[in-house]
């Protein structure tokens, strides 16, 4: 029997739970522990009497007593393990103080601060969460899977830890990750913790420095790749398919030459999709989507200019691509005609056809020859930025190369030479990595700039820019995209994760932007309203896989009862001993 299920109180009507553990064992579940809030009744029925000091405590005191501490932590580090040690304690209670100081705890729990605890994660390795699924496993992964705290698992987030955001190869520090975008699937769209499931495939790391590192944590081997690390994850695979059948499962910050491949082998057999290709896509195109209406354009007659052209790039150009056809109706562009706007430079410089190093993923973005043949360029061999912006004119520029600065001041002046409101966002993370800072940006086209970053930024004052108000940037952050989709995935019985559903949700978080109403507001809604915003990405995203044809037809009323039923509130409910 399960330790704990919903039940109604037949004299009062009321939700509680039915809970058969008691003692030390109830306050050391951290999802049924409630701490100094167990009522005196409570403590009476559940033999917790004298194990609590004896004031019984509301929420809000311990809201207020847990923030007094966290205020007191000295270091981010230390704010971070602060609130994995409340995780580990009380679940509800992390939730909910998360939910009170979302913007001033997103950032600790998610990035940057994450990365920084990634890097750090053998060092300060306190409880096990969720499955480390190891390469000296194989041939028992389906043991490993049903050894799973839970049984009735709706989202799985998975890495294998060798491209940890922007950082490199952690090994298994990878698993922070999986860990804070599970949490960001229960604060931003309400799904259950227990039914979240993150898991490390541990095949190894090449991370020179955590090999030596006596106190490294998995298994000090170098990765395990080719066909050996296929098959590895063609059992773990299937395990999934057969422990977990309803599971959605997100691959998380693989390397660049696996990531494309593991989506595309893979999609058809399970309900799975990759955050940093799609969800990058989605969330940036959301934003390109709010920015052209604020400049009363369409997106297909746009000349974009991409800074970076790695996963991010081309699953945000690959997006851009599908809406500018899908844009017209029948007099919509062709995909040609699309990718003809779209400007992708790298480390080699402009991607033209006349270069024979371009990767793999960026081979379809490649400009003729031909179109450029007639530029003034610098150097041939490996045209600059700023020669692609002098040259197109370009209305929009995106940057995800993790070059800062790589938007000097004079690329900026002559993009803001030729446009009203140039769209300039600087996506790369972390802060430290940001291709511009909007205060520049704002600075340098005088408040002209229509601004969004990857990381988080604080508002521009309006002296910098010779503006009235302060100007609020918008964060082009992925947890507007991604707990939204799992939550339409799971409320509306969703088989497959279509490129159709991203794009959805993209159009319903354009219709939740601020700038809609106020062209100088952030092109984001704020993160207080981010349960909201997953709620309407969920009914786009539910309502668009019925019309792809991969969830049975609901009508829209009873999908969005769903999609409300299964938002958990991080509230204490009632317990009854059975
Ligand atoms: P990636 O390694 O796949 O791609 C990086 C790209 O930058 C490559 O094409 C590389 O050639 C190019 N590059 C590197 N140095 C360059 C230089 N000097 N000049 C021109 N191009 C150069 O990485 P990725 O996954 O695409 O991520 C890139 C950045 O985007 C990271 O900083 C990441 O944090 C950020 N990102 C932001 C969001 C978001 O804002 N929501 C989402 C995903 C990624």
Redesign the pocket.
């Known amino acids: 029997m399960s330790l704990y299920r919903k039940a109604i109180d037949e004299t009062t009507g009321e939700e509680i739970l039915e809970v058969l553990l008691s003692g030390r064992m109830l306050l050391d579940h951290p999802l049924l522990n409630k701490g100094m809030a167990f009522t005196d009744d409570e403590r009476r029925a559940f033999g917790l009497k004298g194990l609590l000091p004896p004031k019984v405590s509301s929420v809000e005191e311990q809201i207020a007593r847990n923030y007094e501490n966290y205020k007191r932590q000295k270091t981010d580090l230390d704010r971070f393990l602060f609130l994995m040690g409340l995780q580990d304690r009380n679940e509800t209670l992390f939730y909910h103080l998360l939910s009170e100081y979302i913007s001033e705890m997103m950032p600790i729990i998610y990035t940057p601060v994450v990365g920084m605890a990634s890097q750090l994660y053998s060092h300060i390795y306190r409880r096990p969460r969720g499955l480390y699924i190891s390469y000296r496993h194989r041939g028992e992964i389906r043991e490993v899977l049903a050894n799973a705290p839970n049984k009735a698992i709706s989202v799985i987030v998975v890495t294998d830890g060798e491209r940890i955001?922007?950082l490199g190869d952690l090994g298994v520090g990878g698993m922070g990750i999986p860990v804070g975008k599970l949490s960001l699937y229960t604060l931003c769209a309400g799904i259950h913790p227990a039914t979240t499931l993150p898991i490390f495939l541990d095949v190894g790391t090449d991370n020179q420095e955590l090999l030596r590192d006596p106190l490294y944590i998995g298994w000090r081997h170098e990765r395990v790749r080719g066909a050996e690390y296929g098959e590895f994850i063609e059992e773990f695979i299937s395990g999934v398919i057969e422990t977990f059948p309803n599971a959605m499962l997100q691959w998380e910050d693989f390397a660049?030459q696996n990531a494309k491949p593991l989506l595309e082998r893979f999609r058809d057999r399970l309900c799975s999709f990759n955050d940093?290709i799609q969800g990058?896509g989605a969330?940036?195109l959301a934003g390109l989507l709010s920015a052209t209406r604020v400049n009363s354009e369409k997106l297909g007659r746009q000349r974009i200019v991409m800074?970076?052209?790695?996963?991010?790039?081309t699953g945000i150009a690959g997006q851009i691509v599908e809406t500018m056809v899908d844009e017209g109706g029948d007099e919509g562009l062709t995909a040609d005609e699309a990718r003809s706007n779209l400007w992708l430079?790298?480390?080699g410089g402009l991607i033209h056809t006349g270069r024979s190093d371009i990767e793999d993923l960026?081979r379809p973005f490649a400009q003729p020859l031909e179109r450029i043949s007639d530029w003034q360029v610098s150097d041939w061999s490996n045209i600059k930025l700023y020669d692609v912006v002098r040259n197109i004119h370009p209305t929009v520029l995106i940057g995800?190369?993790?070059?800062p600065g790589?938007f000097a001041y004079a690329i900026v002046q002559e993009m803001a030479r030729f446009v009203a409101r140039p769209i300039i966002f600087p996506?790369?993370?972390p802060t430290s990595?940001c291709e511009a800072k909007p205060s520049e940006l704002l600075e340098w086209t005088s408040g002209r700039a229509i601004v969004a970053t990857?990381s988080p930024f604080a508002d521009v004052p309006p002296e910098v820019f010779g503006g009235m108000r302060p100007r609020r940037i918008g964060q082009?952050?992925?947890a507007y995209i991604f707990p939204g989709v799992g939550l339409g995935v799971i409320a509306g019985k969703v088989r497959r994760v279509t490129d159709s559903m991203f794009i959805a949700a993209a159009r319903a978080l354009c219709e939740m932007s601020p700038a809609l109403q106020e062209p100088v507001a952030p092109l984001f809604p704020p993160l207080d309203a981010i349960r909201s915003v997953s709620k309407h990405v969920a009914l786009a995203v539910a309502l668009e896989a019925q019309r792809a044809g991969v969830a049975e037809p609901v009508p829209r009323d009873s999908l969005e009862k769903a999609i409300s039923d299964l938002m958990w509130e991080p509230r204490y409910m009632r317990y009854r001993k059975v």
């Not at 800074?307 to 790039?313: D, E, P, Q, T, V």
Request: net charge neutral.
């Open positions: 955001l922007g660049r940093d990058t969330v940036t800074f970076g052209a790695g996963s991010a790039a430079i790298d480390i960026s995800t190369s993790a070059q790589a996506l790369s993370n990595r990857g082009c952050n992925n």
